[in-house]
């Protein structure tokens, strides 16, 4: 799918200092050489994200963990080991060399190890840390393909990789392991219990995913049209209340069944949490681009193996037709 010659001129790009997009497990990254604060820099003008949001380091093997963390903790070795490569990603406290605009001027820093074979041979071929948020404009829906990488941000990418489908299709959990006890600061594929298994203690909820910029926290993932969360049995006389007032409407369904209604784009969600997952940034995409006046979302359930979905989805609605200014 992606040939050497094609990851050879990514490197080439990198060291160059130029931003290279590339597929992950989770959803593409927008990447840069981590060790070259003018290329991190682009990164941040490119998304229009602000300075005060770090980035992930991605690194090819946790034997690379002292290059960026100061303390490995006996925690993030257990996590290591069992979940990377892997949708995984672990705050630190810093190793000094650290660029402050990758830490976003924290003490701490993220570090993940991908599994996705494109990024691996991109890390491996290239050595060093690549620092690279989820490859789409601030506070908007992460790329699953490398389409919506172009579709976002056509010529401002130096080089995109074609790795097809994010598998797990929703960002890395975050465990923050630089505090006094374990926090989960996004939920992710791998759940809570699993996470509290390995290292013997529940992760407390973080709750704020970016402590340093409070306030834009809950709206995030978003798509541009108004996205409202209903229940199941609501979601089909909602949409048809609003279509006979001459509202177009959009609807990402789990259960209920599509109604006869005029101009009605309607994507019947998988059943599944993994499935659901992998394929959600994907339709919020297509019901945004069908320029409905609203998007309902019919709510999934409440199980632990929905909390990611779960997440994305509140944080969606939160932040779904502010000002492209967010
Ligand atoms: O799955 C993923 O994690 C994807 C792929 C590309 O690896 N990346 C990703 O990056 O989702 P991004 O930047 O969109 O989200 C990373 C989150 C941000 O909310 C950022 O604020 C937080 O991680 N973060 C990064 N470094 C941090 C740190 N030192 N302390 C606390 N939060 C941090
Ligand atoms: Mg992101």
Redesign the pocket.
């Known amino acids: 799918m992606v040939s050497d010659r094609e990851i050879e001129h990514a490197v080439a790009v990198l060291r160059a200092g130029g931003l290279v997009a590339f597929p ?1 497990e ?4 927008l990447g840069a050489d981590a060790a070259n604060p003018d290329a991190v820099r682009k990164i941040f003008a490119v998304k229009g994200r602000p300075a005060t ?4 380091v ?1 690194i090819a093997d946790a034997v690379q963990l002292p290059a960026w963390a100061a303390e490995v903790p006996e925690a993030a070795h257990r996590l290591a080991r069992r979940f990377w490569p892997g ?1 995984l ?1 672990l ?1 630190l406290k ?1 190793a000094r060399s650290v660029n402050d605009v990758v ?2 001027g ?1 003490d ?3 570090v ?1 190890v ?1 599994s996705h074979p494109v990024a691996r041979r991109l890390l491996a071929r290239f050595g060093g840390g690549i620092a ?4 789409n404009r601030f506070g908007r829906v ?1 790329a699953t393909t490398a389409e919506h990488v172009r579709r976002e941000f056509g010529d401002a990418v130096d080089c995109v990789l074609d790795g097809g489908e994010a598998d797990v299709g929703i ?2 959990a ?1 465990v ?1 392991l630089s505090g006094a006890a374990p926090a989960l ?2 939920p ?1 594929w791998i759940r809570a219990d699993e996470l509290a298994s390995v290292i013997g203690a529940w992760p407390a909820a973080g709750g704020a ?5 409070p306030g834009t926290l809950a709206a995030h993932y978003a798509p541009r049209t108004v996205l409202i969360m209903v229940e199941g049995d609501l979601l089909v006389e909602l949409a048809g209340s609003l279509t006979r007032v001459g509202k177009r409407v959009a609807a990402l369904a789990f259960s209920a069944r599509r109604p006869l209604l005029q101009g009605l784009a309607w994507i019947a969600a998988p059943s599944d949490a993994r499935g659901y997952a992998h394929a959600l940034y994907a339709s919020l995409r297509a019901l945004d681009d069908a320029g409905c006046d609203a998007i309902l979302v019919e709510k999934p359930p409440q199980a632990p193996e929905w909390a990611a979905v779960n997440d994305r989805l509140a944080r969606a609605a939160a932040g779904s037709a502010v000002p492209d200014d967010t």
């Open positions: 992950t989770t959803v593409y990254g949001h770090p980035v992930i991605h949708p990603t705050i810093r830490t976003g924290q701490t820093v993220a993940r991908p690279a948020p989820s490859a992460s960002e890395s975050i923050d600061l996004r992710g995913e970016a402590p340093r910029a």
